[in-house]
């Protein structure tokens, strides 16, 4: 009941109320991008969705209009280079995910869920397969997000992304919030380079 009807209501409340209570903080990080680096204001990838569909997630840019596309971060040779001088605050402080506020009103993300996927990360979404993780709406944060995020390896992260889907509840979902909270302040599991096992950030 809840994840076929609550779940999807409350994203969208909750959603949509912090849209307008930040609405002065997306004008203030849109301006300091404009004013640090070339390029758009924000970020366009695609990713896996709910039944491996594709969508474009959503994000303010932080890194230069030079940077490979479609290649986490962890795999640029010299990631520093490319991220921009107001690209590492929104990116310690994750508030560059912050317009998937946006992805979650259109229906393509949920508040809490596996994080999503990019396009051609194909060993972390065959190993989704195996605990039914691609059968839900990604998250803005997840079991996995919090328990290891980029220092995770991909069987650990698929094999906590299907616990997840086995706990999924309204409580369970307030307990992911709470913690990713604290993770944010703490900056867990926060890697950038080729030392990160994984990422999917």
Known sequence: MYIKYYKR????????????????????????IKLTSKGPVFFRQKRIGKNKSEFYILKFRTMRIDTPSDMPTHLLENPEKYITVIGKILRKTSLDELPQLFNIIKGDM???????????????????DKYGANDVKPGLTGWAQINGRDELP??????LDGEYIK?????????????TVGCVIRRDGQKEGTTEVSNNS
Do not use: H, T
């Not at 994203?11 to 209570?21: E, M």
């Not at 949920?110 to 989704?128: F, K, M, T």
């Not at 706990?167 to 913690?179: E, L, Q, R």
């Open 154 to 159: 991909i069987p650990l992260k698929a094999k």
């Open 167 to 179: 706990k999924i509840s309204f409580m369970f979902d307030i307990k992911c919030i709470i913690k």
């Open 9 to 32: 209501i409350i994203d969208f409340v909750l959603s949509l109320i912090a849209i307008v209570l930040l609405l002065w903080l997306f004008f203030l990080l849109m301006l300091f």
């Open 110 to 128: 949920s508040i809490v869920g596996p994080r999503p996927a990019l396009w051609n990360q194909y060993d972390l979404i065959e190993e989704r």
